[in-house]
């Protein structure tokens, strides 16, 4: 989606950080292609926590991370090994698993977003991923993009598969998204605040609101994204979607007061 062949140097980052900051932003999300492959990375994420932002760092996984500190670390885990490999790429479901094993002490989460691809062995991906030192496993829903290659769900297959995980939280309490968030799937009244998002792109382009939008018209309805909707129950101060984001220790009190303050002076405080 994103055809930039050139990354932009260190000095521009640093600067279009220091203007996410100014614009007020918390938390910076840094994704790829594949993070892990600029050398400046390590200089890049310490810029941003010195600033004072929360910092979560999406990785195939198959790269050394050990020098890396950012708040928490996303590894992108699309199905049980035989899917993975199949999208991904022989081996390198393994080289995750040795990742895991190198780096036992990080805050490392899956994010897993299903498809028709990976959906049908739900129970199995969450069985594998629980009994490893992942710290928690977060899922995601696919938007049917144009022109991408796997198939998104029905609305139906969504419903569905959301309702089963949250049937799976009981046996595998690994399974980090939250119930407001799984509840909205496929739902007529989700709610989604894009404007608490940001988008930089890597030509340093900054678009605020729906992570669809820069890309193609949206559309609501076939969109279960939790870039939106988790976002949007955290900043709702549901209780289950803040353990949620703070597993990835990642609320600041700075976004929880205002919230709270909002939440009484309008009276509307829900559970
Ligand atoms: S398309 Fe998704 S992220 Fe964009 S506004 Fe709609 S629900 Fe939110």
Known sequence: MNKITQDLPTPTWKRIIDDIYQMGCTVIFVEGGEPTLRPDLEKLIDYMKNKGFKVVLFSNGTRPINHLEPDAIWISIDGIEEHHNKIRGTGTFQKIMHTLKDNPEKNILSITTLSKLNVGRLEELCQVLSNTSLKGLIFNYMYPYQGIRLEALSREERVHSARRLMELKRIYPKIASSDSYLKMVGQK???????????????????????????????????????????????????????????????????????????????????
């Open 189 to 271: 009244d989700k709610v989604c605040y894009p404007w608490i998002l940001m988008l930089a792109t890597a030509d340093g382009k900054l678009t605020h609101g729906c992570t669809v939008e820069p890309t193609e018209d949206a559309d609501c309805g076939k969109c279960d994204m939790m870039c939106g909707l988790e976002a949007s129950a955290g900043f709702d101060l549901r209780p289950d979607s803040i353990a949620f984001w703070n597993k990835s220790n990642f609320l600041p009190p700075s976004h929880l007061v205002p919230g709270w303050i909002t939440k009484l002076l309008n009276n509307d405080w829900k559970n």
